[in-house]
């Protein structure tokens, strides 16, 4: 009962007793049946090329190529080779397939707005072919009087029409279900995370544009019967945004959708071109009315009235989940302990990107059954190394070895079938796929199950049963039936990492899935983990290093692109070279320097008895759902200089932004100067006298350095002659480009672009990062300068270097504050900064 229900009750059904309700419509009004039959034509168009938007992510501006090219097709050979219509319509499908692959296999090198273009140009030429030559095509006036041998009488080709649109979408909504069906979508929503479950994603975008251009061809060669003619017109480019057109207003993320539009545009096209030749005047507003009230059109109206929410592009639901879900089992589980023979060797690997330097020869062997994590500061290059080695970017040297084979040269998605998956350091899932959807992708790789054509992808009961284990291991399984954009962040994380062990790859490359979570689910995550080294390869990085010590088996550290320590957690952390990647300097080195920089005049006041500048209260913020700062309290105070220290990823930096307004907090509470600035804008922020020098300098490069400050520049701030006696040799460097200019003197013009801003708080990230020893003397000296001039907030991972000029310093630990109070405490408390910004403690 419930499989004919379900089938009384599809959006094939429903599309079907429409358009014979408008053909009985028609025929109580006296209308054309043509009118009708064009309708069923249009509508099966419009679907066709929500193949490409709804389920691929692609935008065709130019499927009327296909729609025209098949009425030629069908117009030329029916009466003359084919002798009926139902051969002529075989032909148009096979026509329409063989362009189509040809065409997919070039324009699908583009994405975006160049595809939409490239489709919208070969249209073009297509129409200006048809309408020029007259000898094939019948130029301006086409073809005309084609035959209809078996169905001569409109009403007798209006129910042969409605038969072949009804099995298109028939056919169209049987495949969105197969598992090539729903690989599409994957494809749509994140494209590198299908390549990187072993996916080729050209070749699935390939293979989605043949079946789009078929139904498209199908619809045009049924409109050349209809007309019994071909005409160049339907290819102008006047005509080419029709069937997008359609698609948007009736809801491109719903299968029916495209029905609706389609019969909403050519009713309206015929009643108003009836009133007024200048009919767009009428419909364009239309059209923008649905644009900026329904995003999802038509039927998304529908929904919001029905109190329903989501796409519809595929029926509701997941398979029922078994009653007894089995316990997930690697299939690499009691392969043995870890081999002397290492699974994964990197030899003398590099790569640059203009003079930034990530990775500087390095070789190291990760081997099998181990935890092998990799650490090192901001900027060390870890997530590039994990990037080189899943093929996301080529080394410029060096080789990479899997299993004794060189896969140095292979794409992504053949190193993804080979063995190796990964996880991303920012949530990498499908957002709009239901959590079970997101694992079974997973898994119909691992299985060789992704290219089924017909039969429904949830009926396979193994396939389901391996999804439901590795829910089930994450803890995930009563959300199954949720889109994972609904997953709170930490359940998300747990998601990806499912969806990474589903593969059954030998190793996986964790890149910081503890980020942004909870310490409940850190604790989750972490024996999850723990539990796959056994039976993987695991290489994590990690910013907790507390945890990467007690996890790991064998620890490697990058710094500034290089290898400087490799070998067991244990002495790993007491490597000196670590420690001061980590510290700045070696333990005994800080001390009387300190003091010797420290400006006198900033002693003027005790800090207690300043007047607040900034206030956090219980502030809890992040991204994407995940909370990096939780419950952090925190003060600046007038003429004072904070240092922000912590390890990597305990939120500094999002500390900062919360301050800019770059972020907002989500709770607690915002204070500067005495107003509440938790829900202000970056820019009003700014305006009120916050400024940063962000990591990295974020300069324009293509500027100039004086283009560069004069857009900072504001009334009150600092002119050109006083940055330039800050900095005087910005005085020589003024008309060269940022692009051209070194890491040093990019820093100075950074600094100088936050001084043009008549600002009362500097915030600066990472002032030394990756500058030479001589120039961060150089940038040291200008920012003892600017205490003079605001009070300042430095995130600086060598604690010596900031700690000599602060006030006062708070240390984050996991988003909240592990230690508060004056900046010369903590700088001659030498095991207090082991314990909570070096890594030996652990």
């Given amino acids: 009962m419930k499989p004919l229900l379900r089938a009384l009750t599809s959006p094939v059904a429903i599309a079907g007793v429409t358009l014979v309700a408008l053909t009985g419509l028609a025929v109580l009004t006296g209308a054309a049946i043509n009118h009708v039959t064009q309708i069923a034509i249009y509508a099966l168009y419009a679907v066709g090329v929500n193949v490409l938007i709804g389920y691929l992510g692609l935008v065709p501006f130019g499927a009327s190529l296909f729609f025209g090219c098949a009425s030629y097709a069908v117009a030329l050979t029916l009466g003359r080779v084919l002798g009926n219509e139902i051969l002529a319509l075989a032909w148009a499908i096979l026509f329409s397939l063989l362009l189509s692959a040809v065409l997919g296999a070039i324009i699908l090198r583009r994405k975006g707005l160049y595809f939409s273009l490239i489709t919208l140009a070969c249209s073009q030429v297509a129409f200006e072919i048809a309408f020029k030559w007259t000898e094939m095509t019948g130029g301006e006036n086409g073809i005309q009087n084609v035959p209809r041998p078996l169905f001569p009488d409109a009403v007798a080709f209006h129910w042969f029409t409605l038969v072949v649109v009804v099995l298109g979408l028939a056919v169209l909504w049987q495949l969105a279900h197969t598992p090539f069906g729903r690989l599409m979508q994957a494809v749509r929503d994140n494209e590198q995370r299908t390549t990187m479950l072993g996916y080729n994603t050209f070749v699935i975008r390939w293979i989605g544009f043949c079946i789009s251009g078929m139904a498209v061809g199908a619809a045009g060669g049924l409109l050349a019967m209809m007309l019994q003619g071909a005409y160049a017109d339907n290819m102008s480019w006047q005509r080419a945004g029709d069937p997008v057109l359609m698609a948007a207003l009736g809801g491109v993320h719903h299968f029916l959708g495209p029905i609706w539009g389609a019969i909403t545009f050519l009713i309206l096209e015929n009643e108003l071109s009836v009133i007024t030749e200048n009919w767009w005047l009428i419909f364009a507003p239309i059209i923008i009315m649905f644009a900026l009230l329904s995003p999802e059109g038509m039927a998304g109206i529908v929904q919001r009235l029905r109190r329903r929410e989501g796409w519809a592009l595929t029926r509701k639901g997941i398979p029922p989940r078994p009653a007894v879900i089995r316990p997930y089992v690697s299939a690499l589980a009691g392969r043995g302990a870890a081999s002397s023979e290492p699974v994964l060797s990197v030899r003398g ?310 301050m800019m307004g770059a972020i907002h907090a989500h709770e607690g509470r915002v204070t500067f100067a005495g107003e509440d600035i938790t829900a202000l804008r970056a820019d009003r922020i700014n305006r009120m006298g916050i400024s940063i020098v962000p990591e990295g300098r974020r300069l324009f490069p293509n500027l100039t350095v004086q283009e560069n400050l004069a857009l900072a520049a504001r009334a009150g701030g600092a002119g050109l002659d006083e940055v330039c006696d800050l900095f005087p040799k910005l005085r020589i460097l003024m008309r060269n480009k940022a692009e051209n200019l070194s890491g040093g003197e990019r820093q100075m013009v950074a600094i100088a672009r936050a001084l043009m801003v008549p600002s009362r708080l500097i915030l600066l990230d990472e002032p030394y990062e990756g500058l030479a020893p001589a120039v961060v003397q150089e940038v040291k000296e200008a920012v003892l300068k600017l205490t003079t001039r605001a009070s300042l907030v430095i995130v600086e991972h060598h604690a010596e270097e900031v700690l000599a000029m602060a006030d006062r310093a708070y240390v984050l630990v996991n988003g909240q504050v592990a230690f508060a109070g004056a900046a010369q405490t903590l700088a001659h408390d030498i095991a207090l900064q082991d314990r909570l910004l070096g890594i030996a403690a652990a």
């Avoid at 292979?410 to 063995?419: D, F, V, W």
């Avoid at 990492?497 to 790859?505: E, M």
């Avoid at 400087?564 to 300097?585: F, H, L, T």
């Avoid at 003060?635 to 305990?650: D, H, I, P, Q, T």
């Fill in 349 to 658: 690997l590099s790569k640059k990107f203009g003079s930034i330097v990530t990775q500087a020869d390095i070789s190291l062997d990760v081997h099998a059954n181990q935890l092998h994590s990799i650490i090192g500061p901001n900027g060390a290059g870890k997530t590039t190394f994990f990037n080189i080695l899943t093929g996301l970017i080529r080394p410029d040297d060096g080789r990479i070895l899997f299993e004794g084979a060189d896969i140095t040269t292979l794409k992504p998605h053949q190193r993804a079938q080979r063995g190796i998956a990964r996880s991303f350091q920012i949530l990498s899932v499908f957002p709009h796929l239901t959590v079970f959807e997101n694992v079974r992708i997973a898994v119909a790789r691992s299985r060789g199950f992704w290219h089924g054509w017909w039969r429904d992808a949830y009926r396979d009961d193994e396939t389901n049963m391996k999804v439901w284990s590795a829910l089930a291991a994450v803890g995930l399984a009563d959300r199954a039936a949720d889109l994972s954009s609904e997953l709170s962040h930490g359940e998300n994380r747990l998601l990806e990492i499912a969806i990474t062990l589903a593969g059954n790859a030998s190793v996986l490359l964790l890149d910081e899935p503890l980020a942004g979570l909870a310490e409940t689910d850190r604790k989750v995550v972490s024996d999850l983990i723990v539990r796959l080294s056994r039976s993987h390869t695991v290489m994590l990085i990690e910013h907790d290093i507390d945890r990467v010590l007690s996890l790991s088996d064998r620890i490697t550290v990058l710094h500034q692109g290089r290898l400087i320590a490799d070998g067991k957690p244990q002495v790993v952390a007491r490597n000196p070279e670590v420690i001061s990647a980590y510290m700045g300097k070696a333990k005994g080195d800080a001390g009387t320097e300190r003091e010797s920089v420290r400006p006198q005049a900033r002693a003027e006041a005790p800090a207690a008895a300043k007047p607040v500048l900034l206030s956090f209260k219980d502030v809890c913020a992040g991204y994407g759902g995940g909370t990096v700062l939780e419950g952090l309290d925190l003060e600046v105070r007038e003429s004072e200089v904070v240092a922000l220290l912590g390890r990597n990823g305990v939120g500094k930096t999002t500390a900062l932004r919360t």
